[in-house]
């Protein structure tokens, strides 16, 4: 109905801003294409659902996403991926994985600071109702 589209379209709003930030932050510049899989011909052995800060962009503009959590969720997404991918004791693994839980601590810490909880739980209840 008419304002659920419109809380709709806040939280898309509200998100590109989110993950605009995350993508301009240069400590995050591994996270924001997908794995180039030329370069790492195993990677999708490894990595069944791979995912990145653009193709989370272009998720927002496909409706992807009714509520932060759905968007959290992707985040999570490439956290999990970066740490299982990158398991060594090698400090260029330890590098990738110490970044990756920057990433997810700032995209929380910024819904967090930015999401007003009714209007989260109001994202959640058009979730429930679809
Ligand atoms: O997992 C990742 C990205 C880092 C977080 C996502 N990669 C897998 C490869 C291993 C490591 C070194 C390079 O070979 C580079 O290609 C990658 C990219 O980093």
Redesign the pocket.
């Known amino acids: 109905i008419c304002q659920e589209e419109n809380t709709l379209r806040e939280l898309r709003i509200f998100l590109r801003d989110i993950c605009a930030k995350l993508a301009r932050n240069k400590q995050f510049f ?2 924001t294409k997908p ?2 899989v030329e ?2 011909p195993d ?1 999708l052995d490894i990595i069944k659902e791979p995912m990145d800060l653009e193709t989370l962009m272009s998720k927002i503009d496909k409706h992807s996403y009714i509520c932060a959590r759905d968007f959290l969720d992707d985040i999570d997404l490439i956290v999990r ?2 740490l299982e ?2 398991p060594d004791k090698s400090a ?1 693994d330890k590098h ?1 994985r110490h970044r ?1 839980c920057s990433l997810r601590d700032k995209a929380y810490a910024f819904i967090k600071a930015e999401m007003d909880s009714d209007f989260e739980d109001t994202c959640r209840d058009i979730r429930e109702k679809r």
């Open positions: 591994m996270f794995v180039d370069e790492v990677y991926n970066a991918y990158n260029e990738i990756a």
